[in-house]
């Protein structure tokens, strides 16, 4: 442990004073304060907030894990000259109260709880202000002090900042350094905690001039404290909910917490995928681990374009959306959201907002951080949320279930879908019956390499010869969940074609009157699904008699398709080849199947083909994309 910094270091006030410029709501930067106080010696903790608010953020202080806000009310000024325009709302500062956040990831709160751990002598020496006037401006990322020490940071940002021109920040900067010449007489080491905004002009008023008038304090109100309604953190905590619930983790837990605000961002993904799988089950995407690389690339791309170090919560929900899907980007963001060491508010809880806070008794009013970090906006990001449960079951009273159709656009989707594993079955039919022969005159369908390198001692070329397609195929199975279980699945209907260039569909999915997304709009999953092409009419699946030999839901499928197929070869989609009992099935109606392995195709766009949704009515055709999302 070593003693204060030298007159040489720019941090030093003097020989008894060292400044510590930090960056408000920077998880970095408050490691990177404790990390300097736990190497250099102090006795006394001065920070940039004024007296009344001691007490309460002391004992909030204390509390900690759990959040709190110590909000101080303004008092009305009437004698301001301050005259009205038509945003008199927004403008009028008598409005503005200031509140400093009981946040772990502030380095002031930081300081302070090592402070009270340590039995340091705490100091707030700012001056009371009735209506606060913060200097804030946007800051390079913290990040950089993962590599670079807190002096360095700090005199290489020396040259953009800004002289305050706000007449209270100056009488501020003198109070502070007036109180900091008394506090010099009677301690030996003092480290002074502020704004890295306010650290030059401190320094500047404390070295300027030895003695001089302090200014006068207002008249304020004693603050409050107050505990915040969980839904709202992210507006009072300078880092993500979530991440600052690993910040305090790993301080229970005694766990290194120096990468935390990097690695946190992709525990944050793993935990969103939990949720996420845990709500869609199987209609949910494989998040698979290059999945998750690739957002993270996409995150890492994104921040730097911002010209900053580590992702805000929007950068991490645009790159959610684009490589995961709205539903995912959904769950993220309200992972994010979650603190882990919340505890059950009470009826004295305060929501925040941007500037903005409702208090207990539903008031709101425009609100001022003491400790303001970097400026925060609104952006949009355009996502389809789950209908709330009141919607939903409004919607299932109105269901009318004499009228049902598909959605356009899916049918297009899945007949495609269909066209290709026909296709693909057609070609391994043909695939069987080729042969190689010795190259003469022509290559025929190409070389066959793999014979030319077998017989290579004899110099010959051998020539793949494909003979023509046989024969024609008018039905395909796919079986997306084998075996099935016939709880998931217990809506089992047939449909017709509306058209020549639909099949008639014979299928088993769940439920869809469990999951409404919108008037008239249900959705489903497919379990197993049987394509006739071109349509035919045919008896309902699920009812015909002739099928009542079958166990499964498979194996009725099946069945019904080596029955109503007019051509030998029927196509099948499954994760599992046939075993004995699909071949005997096919074997009693005179048919051969074809079997292509589920594999063989796209995860993501099988699960999103295996997603149905049922529309109340063609009518509801007209209004439906507004109201479907995608997993």
Known sequence: MSGPLSL?????????????????????????????????????????????????????????????????????????????????????????????????????????????????AVEFCDLETNVFQPMASVMPDPYALKTVSLERFATAILPSLPRPFEEQTRQRLRYMAGRLRELEKTHRHIVMVCSILEWPWLREAYLSIADFEQPAH???TLPTTHSINPNSLIFLFGELPFITGLFEQARVELEDDENLSIDGVKQLLMSARSSYLQDLGKRARRITPLLLSQCLKYVRNMTLLEHRMSPDLYTLGVAAQQILGDQYAIHMIQTARNYAFHEDVGRDSITMGIDQARLPDGETVSVVSRLPGQPVSWRSLKLRPKPIVEDMDRWKTQWNPYSQCSWPPEDNLIESFRTRVMDRAKAMIGADLARSEKFSTSIKDGIDIRETLRHWYDGDIYVKVMP?????????????????????????????A?????????????????????????????????????????????????????????????????????????????PIAPGANWRRIAKRFHRQLIHIPLSHFNDAMVQQLRMVHVLNGREVRSYAEHFIRKS
């Open 8 to 120: 040489a270091s720019p941090l030093s006030l003097g020989d008894r004073i060292t400044c510590l410029p930090v960056v408000h709501g920077s998880g970095n930067c408050a490691l990177a304060v404790r990390q300097w106080l736990l190497e250099h010696k102090c006795d006394c903790l001065a920070v940039g907030l004024p007296e009344s608010f001691r007490s309460e953020v002391l004992a909030a202080i204390e509390q900690l894990p759990a959040p709190a806000i110590v909000l101080q009310r303004c008092l009305p000024n009437f004698a301001s000259q301050w005259e009205p325009d038509e945003d008199s709302a927004r403008n009028d500062p008598t409005d503005a109260w200031s509140y400093v956040p009981i946040d772990p990831c502030q380095p002031v709160i930081m300081a302070l709880r090592m402070a009270l751990g340590e039995h340091w």
């Open 468 to 496: 023509p397609s046989i024969g024609a195929m008018d039905c395909c199975v796919m079986l997306f969940d084998s075996p099935a279980d016939p709880r998931d699945y217990p809506w089992r209907t047939t449909w017709f």
């Open 218 to 220: 207002d008249s304020v």
């Open 498 to 574: 509306e058209h020549k260039d639909e099949s008639t569909l014979a299928f088993f999915a769940s439920d869809f009157q469990k999951e409404l997304i919108g008037p008239g709009i249900a959705l489903a999953t497919y379990g197993g699904a049987m394509f006739l092409y071109p349509p035919v009419a045919i008896s309902d699946i699920w009812q015909d008699p002739r099928l009542d030999f079958t166990n499964t839901l498979e194996d009725r499928l099946l069945a019904a398709a080596c029955l109503h197929s007019r051509e030998r070869q029927v196509a099948l989609l499954s």
